[in-house]
């Protein structure tokens, strides 16, 4: 999968729109919270420059997050594995010494099995407890593949021509946040991933994709246990 990414950049034209205030943070030694669609997770090696900081994102433990870890780490991401058998405070330690090690940490935020496009509370809990910016991220394509997943992911074809996006989100997520100020931020990263993900279809004239619908898989994640340990 490595070497199709690689063979796809090189023959496609891709621009890349509004990474300035990222990468001037890591360039600043500032490691950022990166945050993206499952469904747009193919081209993630380039939505974060590994030339101006270091990233370690966080897989599950299924086939297909072990697949994404494998590949990921060619193009010189590190990983966490968010395995069930980890204590909460092991995994939180974990992640919190990656921060404090100068990683940027990356998060698909409807996870490894969705809903697609509902956005998990993850994000906001490891933004509460770092401190750390948070960015969205995405992409698009005029050629690509839909794959057959739960989330209709999108891989791209080569000699195509592509956009790579980047926005911050803003808003703060208190320290002692209410269930009801939680449910609200959490709307609002969705609707800042929905916002710079059809912002990338819109650029390559590509159709917008459905927006997600209900509320995030009943299942725990164990990346949100584990900060909410802290």
């Given at each position: 999968m490595?070497?199709y990414?690689?063979?796809?950049?090189?023959?496609?034209?891709?621009?890349?729109?509004?990474?300035?205030a990222m990468?001037?943070?890591?360039?600043?030694?500032?490691?950022?919270?990166?945050?993206?669609?499952?469904?747009?997770l193919?081209?993630s090696?380039?939505?974060?420059?590994?030339?101006?900081?270091?990233?370690?994102?966080?897989?599950?433990?299924?086939?297909?997050?072990?697949?994404?870890?494998?590949?990921?780490?060619?193009?010189?991401?590190?990983?966490?594995?968010?395995?069930?058998?980890?204590?909460?405070?092991?995994?939180?330690?974990?992640?919190?010494?990656?921060?404090n090690?100068?990683?940027s940490?990356?998060i698909?935020?409807?996870?490894?099995?969705?809903?697609?496009?509902?956005?998990?509370?993850?994000?906001?809990?490891?933004?509460?407890?770092s401190?750390?910016?948070?960015?969205v991220?995405?992409?698009?394509?005029?050629?690509?593949?839909?794959?057959?997943?739960?989330?209709?992911?999108?891989?791209p074809?080569?000699?195509?021509?592509?956009?790579?996006?980047?926005?911050?989100?803003?808003?703060?997520?208190?320290?002692k946040?209410?269930?009801?100020?939680?449910?609200?931020?959490?709307l609002?990263?969705?609707?800042?991933?929905?916002?710079?993900?059809?912002?990338?279809?819109a650029?390559?004239?590509?159709?917008?994709?459905?927006?997600?619908?209900?509320r995030?898989?009943?299942?725990?994640?164990?990346?949100?246990?584990?900060?909410?340990?802290?």
């Amino acid at each position: 999968m490595a070497a199709y990414i690689r063979f796809v950049v090189r023959t496609s034209r891709w621009e890349r729109s509004g990474f300035e205030a990222m990468d001037a943070s890591l360039e600043a030694g500032e490691p950022v919270i990166v945050v993206l669609w499952h469904q747009r997770l193919f081209m993630s090696p380039y939505l974060f420059n590994t030339d101006a900081g270091k990233i370690c994102s966080l897989t599950s433990t299924s086939r297909a997050g072990q697949m994404a870890g494998r590949w990921q780490k060619l193009f010189g991401f590190d990983t966490i594995a968010m395995n069930s058998r980890k204590r909460h405070i092991t995994l939180s330690r974990e992640v919190l010494g990656k921060i404090n090690a100068g990683y940027s940490i990356g998060i698909a935020a409807d996870g490894s099995r969705g809903p697609a496009r509902v956005c998990s509370t993850v994000p906001l809990v490891w933004s509460r407890v770092s401190g750390k910016r948070v960015f969205v991220v995405g992409f698009s394509c005029r050629g690509a593949f839909t794959l057959p997943t739960w989330d209709n992911a999108m891989l791209p074809r080569p000699w195509t021509r592509g956009v790579l996006m980047c926005r911050e989100w803003t808003a703060k997520v208190p320290r002692k946040a209410s269930v009801e100020e939680i449910e609200a931020l959490r709307l609002d990263l969705q609707a800042a991933l929905d916002h710079v993900t059809d912002a990338s279809d819109a650029a390559v004239g590509r159709p917008l994709g459905p927006r997600g619908q209900g509320r995030p898989g009943e299942d725990e994640d164990e990346s949100e246990n584990a900060a909410q340990t802290r």
